[in-house]
């Protein structure tokens, strides 16, 4: 089950993202201020009871435009295409909430993520030398126009 994360997620959100991200994990500060902030939308997948993963997507009211800021599945929860159901949610709430394209930077060394994101149709536009730090590692930026997105599923809609 996926639904809007709360302060009270905090502590099951950064046990994966320490976990996920051990050399560049967000302080338990930076989640919160992203959890409590009016910008972001934050959900997490809770699976027998526990938190499993979680995303989130800050878009400014009125704005064109969100930006994936995190997506993470815990270690034992991986490959069960948990990772497309939370962006899958993202994409959603980009969409309720009008925006035209999504932005995100993945590590340059993630085939799984960066497949994963061109699977749905984002693209890479560009990439940010040793971004991720401390490992000197370059993010790739992809976006997803989703206005070309949702004229394709009108689309395949049609009758034929």
């Known amino acids: 089950m996926i639904r809007t994360a709360t302060i009270d997620d905090l502590d099951g959100i950064m046990a994966i993202e320490n976990a996920s991200f051990p050399s560049d994990a967000w302080s338990e500060n930076a989640m919160r201020a992203e959890l409590e902030g009016e910008h972001g939308h934050y959900v997490v997948l809770v699976d027998d009871g526990r938190i499993a993963g979680y995303a989130g997507l ?57 497949a994963l994101y061109s699977s749905e149709g984002f693209v890479e536009i560009g990439r940010r030398e040793r971004y991720y730090q401390p490992d000197d590692i370059d993010a790739v930026v992809m976006k997803l126009d989703l206005r070309h997105r949702h004229h394709e599923a009108r689309r395949d809609d049609e009758p034929r």
Do not use: K, M
């Not at 993470?72 to 009008?98: I, P, Q, Y």
């Open 58 to 114: 800050r878009h400014l009211a009125g704005g064109r435009d969100s930006d994936v800021q995190t997506i993470a599945v815990s270690a034992d929860a991986r490959g069960a295409g948990h990772g497309r159901a939370l962006l899958t949610e993202l994409l959603s709430t980009a969409v309720a909430r009008r925006a035209r394209e999504v932005f995100l930077e993945v590590r340059a060394d993630n085939p799984v993520a960066e």
